[in-house]
């Protein structure tokens, strides 16, 4: 089963900040739709997606999830983030069922054949430290996917990872959400990313962060993109992108800025 959200009309201020982070943000997504949310480094894009994993709730407006107000974490909507943060006394296997084992389930069957989804049934007994960057990525999304969510969200777990690795999980991530039935929201600053993985990409201004603009991309998954159509599609999404916001041809190549807690400044 896949999720429905509406996010209603929400607006943050940090505490201490003299303006918003992020101001009337509606916007109502699909049971088994793969969103995008791209723009530049400080519009609020990560601030957004912590409010849909329920880790932040906004100053004015809410997140609904299924027709419920989202006011804390819940197994049925998780979340990967740039790093994998597995646990290093912990194999494979065992970081994997942590969120079954935190509930009480053991079901040995189940993670098997999450890690052969995820194609790691062979390191299933290997310590995590021992993994590629790529390798424990894919740790991190059976994890993901042991409590059977029905929306998994993505705060650019990618970003880290060499090319090859990056596009190979972009397409392997689509294939699963895809099978799986999930609704699924990422966060990027990737033009090609956002083309590869979403139906629909939603662009953000900042200051204060708002959506400004929405692009479909009508393909299937895998998508190839060394296709005529593909190019297209990106392109079109380029163009968009600088039409609203601005040069995006430097936007795959930011480094995110990432939260400051301590500050309380949106990444």
């Known amino acids: ?6 996010i209603d009309y929400i607006s943050h201020t940090f505490k201490g900040q003299p303006a918003p982070t992020l101001e009337d943000i509606a916007i109502t997504i699909a049971p088994g739709e793969k969103i995008a949310l791209i723009g530049r480094s400080g519009c609020g894009k990560s601030t957004l997606l912590h409010m849909l994993a329920g880790l932040l709730m906004p100053s004015d ?25 597995l646990y290093p006394w912990m194999d494979v296997q065992e970081n994997v069922a942590l969120g079954l084992t935190l509930a009480g389930i053991k079901d040995p069957e189940k993670v098997a054949g999450l890690l052969e989804l995820v194609n790691l049934e062979e390191k299933a007994n290997a310590n995590v430290q ?3 960057g790529g390798q424990q990525q894919r740790v991190a999304l059976a994890r993901s996917l042991a409590t059977t969510p029905e929306l998994l969200l993505l705060d650019e777990p990618f970003s880290a990872l060499d090319a090859f690795t990056r596009s190979s999980l972009q397409d392997e991530v689509s294939l699963i959400v895809a099978k ?11 033009i090609e990313e ?11 201004s900042a200051n204060p962060g708002r959506i400004v603009g929405e ?4 393909l299937p998954f895998p998508r190839d993109r060394s296709s005529e159509e593909f190019s297209r599609e990106r392109e079109t999404l380029m163009k ?10 430097v936007a795959p190549f930011e480094k995110k800025e990432r939260t400051n807690k301590s500050k309380q400044v949106a990444a």
């Open 1 to 6: 089963m896949s999720a429905n959200l509406s």
């Open 61 to 85: 407006g809410c997140v609904r999830i299924n027709g419920h107000q989202v006011s804390r974490p819940s197994a049925k909507w998780n979340m990967m983030f740039q790093k994998p943060s």
């Open 130 to 132: 021992s993994l590629s």
């Open 180 to 190: 799986q039935d999930l609704t699924m929201v990422i966060v990027t600053h990737d």
């Open 194 to 204: 956002a083309a590869a993985m979403a139906d629909r990409v939603l662009i953000m």
């Open 215 to 218: 692009v479909h991309i009508n």
């Open 240 to 249: 968009t992108f600088d039409e609203l916001v601005g040069n995006s041809s």
